[in-house]
Antibody, heavy 117, light 110 residues
């Protein structure tokens, strides 16, 4: 069965950096686009970024453009999110999700990122 | 991209049907048949319930159904059960590899 396991969350000061990882199993990772979606405490879901199966292009929400970088290593079945210049409003649970039919068909358990001094 | 508009809350008694709306624009909901719906229980990750407006993933109860008219999509939960009490989010592809979510609807089973 499909499994997505995020790691790398934690507490970071404003202006700091953090790198999230998402290990994938149970499907052919190299054939699927992947997303990061986040959810601020007590708030709704927000799409953050998308990378196609081959990493050929990367797409971002305006709120993170220029600060976040999505990448993938198909040899390691792993998705990454490099987050720089973090702001308090980036505080959220970050979910790794698998793309299918322009929807998010499988989700990880999420990793909490807290930006606070 | 602006968030899609959902009612903050909805409710129904066991056995009844409830419909949750999701309103966007011609640039997202109205422009593509790529609306999806997610169920999220407290403290859990979201779960895909409907994709491509009307399709159900394997394993999702047929009590859940979706439709769309113009810029508004809808999720109907029929034969309400206690386990259906959760937050529900719609999402739409918005073109140019951009996606947008609704603000979420808290469904209460009375």
């Amino acid at each position: 069965q499909v499994q997505l396991v995020e790691s790398g969350g934690g507490v970071v000061q404003p202006g700091g950096s953090l790198r999230l990882s998402c290990g994938a199993s149970g499907f052919t990772f190299s054939r699927n686009g992947m997303h990061w979606v986040r959810q601020a405490p007590g708030k709704g879901l927000e799409w953050v970024t998308y990378i196609p199966y081959d990493g050929s292009n990367k797409y971002y929400a305006d709120s993170v453009k220029g600060r976040f970088t999505i990448s993938r290593d198909n040899s390691k079945n792993t998705l990454y999110l490099q987050m720089n210049s973090l702001k308090p409003e980036d505080t959220a649970v970050y979910y790794c999700t698998k793309d299918a039919n322009w929807s998010f068909d499988h989700w990880g358990q999420g990793t909490l990122v807290t930006v606070s001094s | 991209q602006s968030a899609l508009t959902q009612p903050p809350s909805a409710s129904g008694s066991p056995g009844q049907s409830v419909t949750i709306s999701c309103t966007g624009t011609s640039s997202d909901v109205g422009g593509y048949n790529y609306v999806s719906w997610y169920q999220q229980h407290p403290g859990k990750a979201p779960k895909l319930m409907i994709y491509e407006v009307t399709k159900r993933p394997s394993g999702v109860s047929d009590r859940f159904s979706g439709c769309k008219s113009g810029n508004t999509a809808s999720l109907t939960v029929s034969g309400l059960q206690a386990e259906d009490e959760a937050d529900y989010y719609c999402s739409s592809y918005a073109g140019s590899n951009d996606w947008v979510f609704g603000g979420g609807t808290k469904l209460t089973v009375l």
